[in-house]
T-cell receptor
Framework: DAKTTQPTSMDCAEGRAANLPCNHS???????VYWYRQIHSQGPQYIIH???NNETNEMASLIITEDRKSSTLILPHATLRDTAVYYC?????????????FGGGTRVLVKP | DTAVSQTPKYLVTQMGNDKSIKCEQN?????MYWYKQDSKKFLKIMFS???????INETVPNRFSPKSPDKAHLNLHINSLELGDSAVYFC?????FGSGYGYTFGSGTRLTVV
């Protein structure tokens, strides 16, 4: 599986867009990019995933570069409740079962 | 109505005891998982079951034994508890065991071994 690199932490202002980068320079063609987040004292929460096209849902947008070596998760209007650890995971789909492995993530603090 | 529920939420026990953590999901998912989050906050998968069949068994001590009586339940039994077993244990489920999206996690069980 491709390794991902994320900033350890970042702050953002409430109401502004939060742009969370993830580097996955060794990604292969059949590996997807997944984003999850973990709010303090809760279980991780699925946010979004993509292969090569940009994706958007009610929670966030995922922008994947054309060479797929990096991606950015965008929270369009950050709220205090978006304070969490955000995990970028790259994983190939495997029929034998998928071990979703969480790394260190980015600790995001949304400030008023 | 909680999608993935774990009980108990907190568990404090002495070394050497045997304890169980229960997990139930009402999402109709086929696959369930147990994850462990240690003091360094890294989440590691322990087990995965698909339709009651064990499909992933990571390098976990034999003292840990999962049991899936049906596809909506995945319990974790731990024998001879050790101090190093102290962690938060998360149960999760997903519709598709081949993909990595749409996992739904429970709120966790904080196990403290004293």
């Amino acid at each position: 599986d491709a390794k991902t690199t994320q900033p350890t932490s970042m702050d953002c202002a409430e109401g502004r867009a939060a742009n969370l980068p993830c580097n996955h320079s060794t990604i292969s063609g059949n590996e997807y990019v997944y984003w999850y987040r973990q709010i303090h004292s809760q279980g991780p929460q699925y946010i979004i995933h993509g292969l090569k096209n940009n994706e958007t849902n009610e929670m966030a947008s995922l922008i994947i570069t054309e060479d797929r070596k990096s991606s950015t998760l965008i929270l369009p209007h950050a709220t205090l409740r978006d304070t969490a650890v955000y995990y970028c995971i790259v994983r190939v789909v495997k029929a034998a079962g998928n071990k979703l492995t969480f790394g260190g993530g980015t600790r995001v603090l949304v400030k008023p | 109505d909680t999608a993935v529920s774990q009980t108990p939420k907190y568990l404090v026990t002495q070394m050497g005891n045997d304890k169980s953590i229960k997990c139930e999901q009402n999402l109709g998912h086929d696959t369930m998982y147990w994850y462990k989050q240690d003091s360094k906050k890294f989440l590691k998968i322990m087990f995965s079951y698909n339709n009651k069949e064990l499909i992933i068994n990571e390098t976990v001590p034999n003292r840990f034994s999962p049991k899936s009586p049906d596809k909506a339940h995945l319990n974790l039994h731990i024998n001879s508890l050790e101090l190093g077993d102290s962690a938060v244990y998360f149960c999760a489920s997903s519709q598709d065991f081949g993909s990595g999206y749409g996992y739904t996690f429970g709120s966790g069980t904080r196990l403290t071994v004293v």
